[in-house]
C-alpha cells in the first residue's frame, strides 16, 4: 500500500516528508495518511515565492497553480490579495491531485481524426445516394487529410 501511494509523489515531496516529520517531532514511522499529509502539505508561501522570482516549479501542483493565476498575481492584483488568490487555487489543485483528476502534465491531445462521432458512424453506414451536405462534408475531411499529411 505505501508503495502504491508513494510512487505519485517526487522525491522532492518525499525528502520534504522526511525533514518534517523530524522537524516536528512526530513519532517513528508515521502512518501512511500522516505522512502524506507532511508530504504534500505545502506551505504555499514557498511555491508563491518560487513563482514570483521565476523559480522551476516543484510538481503538477504548483505547475497548474502558475498557470491559473501566475498573470493575475504577478501583474494585476496586490500582494496580499494575489497570495490570497494564489493560497486558493494551490490548495483547490492539490485536492484534485490528491482525488487524480489532475491533468497530466505535457500529455498529448487526440488527433482529429481520432474521434468518431454517432453522426459519423450513421453517415458511414448510410446506403444510397449522398445528399448534397454528405457530399461537401467529404471534401472538406479530404482537404482536412490533406492538409494534415502537408504538415
Known amino acids: 500500500m505505501w508503495i502504491t501511494e508513494l510512487s505519485s ?71 496580499a490579495k494575489a497570495r490570497s488568490l494564489f493560497n486558493k487555487v494551490f490548495k483547490d489543485k492539490l485536492e484534485l491531485k490528491r482525488k487524480g483528476k489532475l491533468p497530466i502534465r505535457g500529455q498529448k491531445l487526440l488527433a482529429a481524426e481520432s474521434v468518431v462521432t454517432e453522426v459519423d458512424k450513421q453517415i458511414t453506414n448510410r446506403t444510397g445516394a449522398k445528399t448534397a451536405i454528405e457530399k461537401r462534408m467529404e471534401r472538406i475531411a479530404a482537404n482536412r487529410k490533406n492538409l494534415i499529411n502537408k504538415e
Request: glycine content about 2%.
Open 9 to 79: 509523489i517526487t522525491i522532492n515531496h518525499l525528502k520534504r516528508g522526511v525533514s518534517r516529520t523530524v522537524s516536528e517531532r512526530l513519532n517513528w514511522p508515521p502512518s501512511l495518511p500522516q505522512f502524506l499529509s507532511l508530504c504534500l502539505d505545502f506551505d504555499t508561501t514557498e511555491a508563491y515565492n518560487r513563482m514570483i522570482d521565476r523559480k522551476e516549479v516543484l510538481d503538477d501542483v504548483e505547475y497548474f497553480t502558475r498557470q491559473a493565476v501566475g498573470y493575475q498575481c504577478k501583474r494585476v492584483l496586490d500582494d
